[in-house]
C-alpha cells in the first residue's frame, strides 16, 4: 500500500480525502489513516498545512 501512495504523491499533493477516494477500492480508510501516519512519521512523506483550502496535504518529502 505504500507504493501505491507514493505513486499518487509522485503525481501531485493531496489531502487524506483525496487519497482515500483514488484508492477506495483497495484499502479502507481506518488502514489508509494508519499508514499514512506511519509514512509521517518516519519521514517518507510530509504532512503540511493548506490555509486556502483548511486541510493538510501529504506530498513527498523535500530533499534539502
Known amino acids: 500500500m505504500r507504493e501505491m501512495i507514493l505513486k499518487q504523491l509522485s503525481e501531485a499533493p493531496l489531502t487524506s480525502e483525496q487519497l ?3 484508492l477506495i477500492d483497495v484499502v479502507d480508510p481506518m488502514t489508509l489513516r494508519q499508514v499514512l501516519s506511519d509514512m509521517v512519521r518516519v519521514g ?3 504532512k503540511v498545512p493548506d490555509y486556502e483550502k ?7 518529502k523535500t530533499r534539502s
Open 20 to 22: 482515500r477516494d483514488r
Open 44 to 46: 517518507e512523506i510530509e
Open 54 to 60: 483548511r486541510k493538510f496535504l501529504f506530498r513527498l
